[in-house]
């Protein structure tokens, strides 16, 4: 059985980002969950919860401020119809928090509503310009990102790497991991080296999930750094020299070992992965500098589709 075939058959793609309960945050290396909070005002309050009436994700504010960064599977249904009727981009500021509606929903052309057929991320156009306050972020255009260091933040259920996703406390996290390698080695994902996956590395040979399976993938890990994403954290970004990198879009695992337990819970010894914002950065373009005369028929599609809903988050 190859690793591909290993994978599927684990985890049936029961995936962490399908949780429907309102977000938290990240699973951590450490102990206390506590260490890992950000603080408003410390570089990432365009991080917000995105929020909708079928349940939460996460997102990040794109420069310009009127588009926020996501998954595609928290706009649309399994069968990637959109699904949401009402959505809100939360931005927890010093000045306290504030809520920008949700006023058009635009994914990628290739994604079916099936995580294994890849193109997992969308663009939410904004009903206002967000507050200016909120930082806004740009998106990583180099190829260099595998076996990068990147920091990883998101709104999705927290808990530590020993005990798996545990705690709902509402509260923004961040952390480490690396970028080990593409996805194409964990489920095959269509088009290639368009998926970027890690890992949750506890400092031991044993629960290296990569290294377990290619020797030449070896690590293990970042300390009380490494993190990893957990329900809620779906559409969070990770972030390389403070750009946009990725967009978090599933969580999966093998057998015990690699993995600390035998259930899919963002336990050390699982796999995480995101959607390669550089290999999307085309489409971004086009969506938020649309031709001059398209915008008066895309309103209207958007009109067309706006009592659809439902949604999967992470």
Not at 15 to 38: C, Q
Not at 177 to 206: C, I, K, M
Not at 251 to 259: F, H, Q
């Amino acid at each position: 059985m190859t690793f591909r075939q290993l994978f599927l058959a684990v985890t049936s793609l029961h995936l962490l980002l399908f949780s429907a309960v309102s977000s938290k945050a990240i699973t951590v290396a450490g102990t206390d969950p506590a260490d890992y909070l950000v603080a408003a005002g410390t570089g990432f309050d365009g991080v917000v919860l995105f929020s909708t009436n079928v349940g939460s994700c996460s997102g990040s504010l794109l420069t310009g401020g009127l588009y926020i960064l996501t998954a595609a599977h928290c706009v649309t249904d399994t069968s990637g119809d959109i699904d949401v009727a009402s959505s809100n981009a939360i931005f927890h500021l010093p000045s306290g928090t504030t809520s920008v509606a949700g006023a058009a929903y635009f994914f990628h052309p290739g994604w079916t509503g099936i995580l294994d057929d890849g193109n997992d991320i969308a663009l939410v156009r904004l009903a206002a310009v967000a507050p200016a306050a909120a930082e806004r972020y740009d998106i990583y255009r180099d190829s260099d990102e595998i076996f990068q260091d990147t920091l990883i933040v998101g709104h999705g259920t927290t808990g530590t790497g020993l005990l798996g996703k545990t705690v709902l406390d509402g509260l923004k996290r961040k952390g480490s991991n690396r970028f080990d390698t593409f996805g194409d080695l964990l489920t095959g994902y269509p088009p290639s080296q368009s998926v970027l996956a890690y890992d949750f590395d506890d400092g031991t040979a044993l629960h290296d999930a990569w290294g377990t399976y290619f020797p030449a993938l070896v690590n293990l890990g970042l300390g009380l750094q490494e993190v990893m994403i957990a329900s809620g954290d779906s559409g969070g970004p990770s972030f390389l020299a403070g750009k946009l990198a990725g967009v978090h879009s599933f969580g999966g695992r093998t057998t015990n070992p690699p993995d600390n337990n035998t259930i899919l819970d963002a336990s050390f010894g699982e796999f995480g992965g995101d959607t390669r914002v550089s290999f999307y950065a085309s489409w971004i373009d086009g969506v938020l500098a649309p031709e001059p005369g398209s915008v008066i028929l895309l309103a209207l599609g958007l009109a067309l589709f706006g009592g659809l809903s439902r949604r999967r988050a992470t």
